[in-house]
């Protein structure tokens, strides 16, 4: 008999009871993981519906304010067509962007939207979508978001392709050549100048000779 109820019990939570939906994630990407003080750079905000049909999402993400701050969000290449939020706070490092599009919604990989920021102090700093972050399906409009992620990158204090030394030789050697170049309209003038006495005195001198041969 309690093999029967069982075997009953089995049936029943297989078929019965529903399934949960499939998970859709957020990621992020960035060309930069290390970039340049006073840079800008950009972050992609990406979505994955995992086979699933969506039609909205609401994206809240954490940054830390005092290493980066938004510029923008750009969302020229995004899956959605409609925004009913797009904020970002450069105070307590928060973005939201909350946006959907008409049926039949959406399935696959594609961008949510853009992040155009700017680096300002040096250091390591983050980007993490939060888990209060929701994807929302076609058929019930439950949320099927997953999990959350971050991206990790370093500020530096100048370039490495291009360091300050290297940088302040350069100006010094364009300084010396603009110096030199100063110099040279300076003595060019100066021959221009003292040529241009020379011939008038000529002139004056031939003017009054004829004068006396005439007298």
Do not use: C, H
């Not at 859709?24 to 979505?47: G, I």
């Not at 899956?79 to 909350?98: A, M, P, R």
């Not at 530096?156 to 110099?183: I, V």
């Amino acid at each position: 008999m309690k093999r029967f109820i069982f075997f009953i019990f089995t049936i029943l939570f297989f078929f019965l009871i529903p399934k949960s939906s499939s998970a859709a994630n957020f990621s992020l990407s960035s060309l930069k993981k290390e970039v340049d003080l006073n840079s800008f750079f950009q972050v992609e905000v990406n979505l994955n519906t995992k086979g699933e049909k969506i039609n909205a999402m609401e994206a809240k993400l954490n940054f830390d304010p005092e290493k980066i701050q938004v510029i923008s969000l750009d969302t020229a290449n995004s899956i959605f067509s409609l925004f009913i939020q797009k904020d970002f706070d450069n105070e307590k490092g928060v973005i939201t962007v909350i946006a959907g599009l008409p049926s039949p919604g959406f399935s696959g990989s594609g961008q949510a939207f853009t992040i155009n920021l700017k680096a300002v102090k040096k250091g390591e700093s983050e980007i993490d979508i939060s888990s209060a972050s929701k994807i929302l399906n076609n058929d019930k409009n439950n949320n099927i978001f997953e999990k959350s992620s971050s991206l990790n990158f370093s500020i530096n204090s100048y370039s490495k392709t291009e360091p300050q030394t290297n940088g302040a030789k350069s100006n010094r050697q364009l300084s010396n050549s603009n110096q030199y170049f100063l110099w040279l309209i300076i003595l060019s003038n100066l021959l221009t100048f003292l040529l241009a006495m020379m011939l008038n005195m000529i002139i004056i001198k031939k003017i009054k000779k004829r004068k006396k041969d005439l007298e």
